[in-house]
């Protein structure tokens, strides 16, 4: 079946460390995604990358960083440089680099101790 | 800067009273709109993309339908398993931009 993948489901981190969370799709798309979504809010841009060994910050990726060294895989670390990490994360693809429809995976629940 | 804005942000309906949801956009110039699906905890799933005025898309009980200021997902006879978010998104015609979304309509279907 293909699809998106992310793991864990979720993860708790403490004050100060790196996390890592970890996104894979078999859809052979060429862009690939992160969103932070909050409580009550939308989803807001960390990063996205449109080809291999390329991404482009978005609204938000101060405290964030990600690496692109293949294309099903778009892994996003969360810095202790973030203030407030705690929130669900969502990887997504698109076929044609940005354009169209995007395609979301299950989510990661971060949670700071 | 593009912007997209949904109402209400919750909505209460019985099973079967029809209604509709409504995504405002101000984008410069728009290459596609797209609705999705999202059940708590869980990712958004696609529903939906409209790409000029008039266009209409149906699935099921879902029907989306697109002027040039505005988007309305219509709900008919809606049932207590059409609860979720709904959320919508633009696409600028304007350099290579990802999607911008709105913050969702909740609904919830009481049977």
């Known amino acids: 079946d293909g699809g998106i993948t992310q793991s864990p489901k979720y993860l708790f981190r403490k004050e100060g460390q790196n996390v890592t969370l970890s996104c894979e799709q078999n859809l052979n798309h060429d862009a690939m995604y992160w969103y932070r979504q909050d409580p009550g809010q939308g989803l807001r841009l960390i990063y996205y990358?449109?080809?291999?060994?390329?991404?482009q910050k978005g609204d938000i990726a101060e405290g964030y960083s990600v690496s692109r060294e293949k294309k099903e895989s778009f892994p996003l670390t969360v810095t202790s440089a973030q203030k407030n990490p705690t929130a669900f994360y969502l990887c997504?693809?698109?076929?044609?680099?940005?354009?169209?429809?995007?395609?979301f995976g299950p989510g990661t629940r971060l949670t700071v101790l | 800067e593009d912007q997209v804005t949904q109402s209400p942000e919750a909505l209460r309906l019985q099973e079967g009273e029809s209604s509709s949801l409504n995504c405002s956009y101000t984008?410069?110039?728009?290459?596609?709109l797209f609705w999705y699906r999202q059940d708590p905890g869980k990712g958004p799933e696609f529903l939906f993309t409209l790409y000029s005025a008039g266009e209409e898309k149906e699935k099921e009980r879902l029907k989306a339908t697109l002027t040039k200021k505005e988007s309305f997902l219509h709900i008919t006879a809606p049932k207590p398993e059409d609860s979720a978010t709904y959320l919508c998104?633009?696409?600028?015609?304007?350099?290579?931009?990802?999607?911008?979304f709105g913050k969702g309509t909740r609904l919830s279907v009481i049977a």
């Open positions: 998104a633009v696409q600028a015609t304007s350099g290579n931009t990802p999607l911008v």
């Open positions: 984008v410069s110039g728009l290459r596609g």
């Open positions: 990358s449109q080809i291999v060994n390329d991404f």
């Open positions: 997504a693809s698109s076929l044609a680099g940005v354009l169209g429809e995007q395609f």
